[in-house]
């Protein structure tokens, strides 16, 4: 059987890609499993958990050299790409739309590069390997969380001696899974919640949670039931009439990543000077590349000058790092399920799951 090991190099963020419960599982299916040292201590797994279930706590270098496939949670550094050898299999969030020239030399000497973010969401059987949406899902739910800390008001309506408060008013931008989870969340913190999204089959969804759905002239249905990108026109139409509406909320979310490239910005600046005093955005999309809110930054908190809170989160989901890695360690279950055929490794590339998920792609290789 072949040995798995999971290693934890140059990431911030606290998830690991693999729990004690898997590990375990893993165990007992046969297979050797190397836990580099600490690997899971930052979420919250201790290494005595790992060796009570079967798994072997070595060393990062021990278990890159000695295993046959290695699951992580980010790309590992380019140093440790390079000791990766012909025929070992990498299964991580590789950032595959941005500098790949670590991975390309991986690739060129035979290492197999399994990048999660590329799983095709629209299969089924794919579902179970989907880290984009489990990682969502959390997204959405601590939005709703950090963004009721933020604000100095109740999110519900409150009945207290001193009078009547009314509930805050929140406006979700986006009905994916990071969406509805962020709609679902407010609505249960008491929050009068309306939802927006440029497809209009999102207002189902969206009314099913008892939210209002936010509508706008601008329709853009992709393909897969996906938004596909707006024309500058369109763009354009859809932040003038997303302003006017989103200046008489207390707080909005938005919600509307593109990977891999710039999302589309939602919230202008005249946007945000519009807005109250004390009202708060929290931006899922921000990054080096831009956000869906004009002046949010990622990892940081800022207040404007007119007194708005723009909270960049982006990694948001890595704050819950045990609930996290207990998501994405069962997701790189379903995708080791998919690789390991009659105990042997088989990176398939002509699987229309693990092929889409191959780096490079059957497709860039002919």
Known sequence: MPVIATIRDALPDRRTALTPAVAGQLVKAGHEVLVAKAAGQAAGFEDAAYSAVGATTVSAADAVS?????????????A????????QVLVASLDSWGDTVPLDKAASKGVKLIALEKV????????????????ASIAGYRAGIV?????????PMMVTAAGTAKPASVLVLGAGVAGLQAIATARRLGARVTGYDVRPAAREEVTSLGAQFLSTSVDAVGEGGYARELTKEEAATQQKELGDAIATFDIVIATAKVPGRKPP???????????????????????????????S???????????????????????????ASDAWSRNVQAVLAALIVDGKVDVNAEDDVIGA?????????V
């Open 357 to 365: 998920m191959l780096i490079p792609t059957k497709e860039a290789s």
């Open 265 to 295: 910005l939602l919230v202008t600046t005249d946007t945000v000077k519009a807005m109250r005093r004390g009202s708060v955005l929290v931006d899922l999309a921000a990054s080096d590349k831009g956000g869906n809110v004009a002046g």
């Open 80 to 87: 440790t790409l390079a000791k990766f050898r012909a025929g």
């Open 66 to 78: 000695r295993a046959d496939v290695v699951v992580a949670v980010g790309r590992p550094s380019a």
């Open 297 to 323: 930054i990622d990892e940081e908190t800022v207040v404007t000058k007119n007194g708005v809170t723009l909270i960049g989160a982006a990694s948001i989901a890595a704050d819950m790092a045990p609930a």
């Open 120 to 135: 095709p969401r629209q299969i089924s059987r794919a579902q179970a390997m989907d880290v984009l949406s489990s990682q």
């Open 147 to 155: 963004a009721a800390a933020a604000y100095g008001r109740y999110l």
